[in-house]
């Protein structure tokens, strides 16, 4: 049976070996700015013209529109807006997915993809 002092160098080598492959690590890349939470937390004001598509959305709505848009600065966090909408509009019908669709031409702002559950979002730029 190895005695204790024989196995503290093999224990203290470990623990070196570890710590050297946690600092050895790259440094985490930054992770897009935009959630989910966030993108649905904006088009909370939105519910009433997608739900029933008739006029125009509300100023509030049409405010968190923009500033989804306009805070998707980068390839990331365009594509993570596009993937969360993307997923919304899978478990939605089809007329809530048209007027869904429709919002970014209502309130002016420019979308370069189209809000579908067939979207294919790594082509976003």
């Given at each position: 049976m190895a005695s204790f002092s024989a196995r503290k160098p093999t224990s203290f080598a470990l623990l070196v070996m570890i710590t050297v492959a946690l600092f050895a690590q790259p440094a985490p890349t930054a992770e897009a700015?935009?959630?989910?939470?966030?993108?649905?937390?904006?088009?909370?004001?939105?519910?009433?013209?997608?739900?029933?598509?008739?006029?125009?959305?509300?100023?509030?709505?049409?405010?968190g529109v923009r500033s989804i848009f306009n805070g998707a600065t980068t390839t990331e966090d365009r594509?993570?807006?596009?993937?969360?909408?993307?997923?919304?509009?899978s478990s939605a019908t089809p007329s809530i997915i048209?007027?869904?669709?429709?919002?970014?031409?209502?309130?002016?702002?420019?979308?370069?993809?189209?809000?579908?559950?067939?979207?294919?979002?790594?082509?976003?730029n």
């Open positions: 700015a935009v959630s989910c939470n966030s993108v649905q937390n904006s088009l909370t004001p939105c519910l009433g013209f997608v739900l029933v598509g008739v006029g125009n959305p509300s100023t509030s709505c049409c405010n594509q993570a807006v596009c993937s969360c909408l993307k997923s919304l509009a048209n007027n869904a669709a429709a919002l970014p031409g209502k309130c002016s702002v420019s979308v370069p993809y189209a809000i579908s559950p067939s979207t294919d979002c790594s082509r976003v």
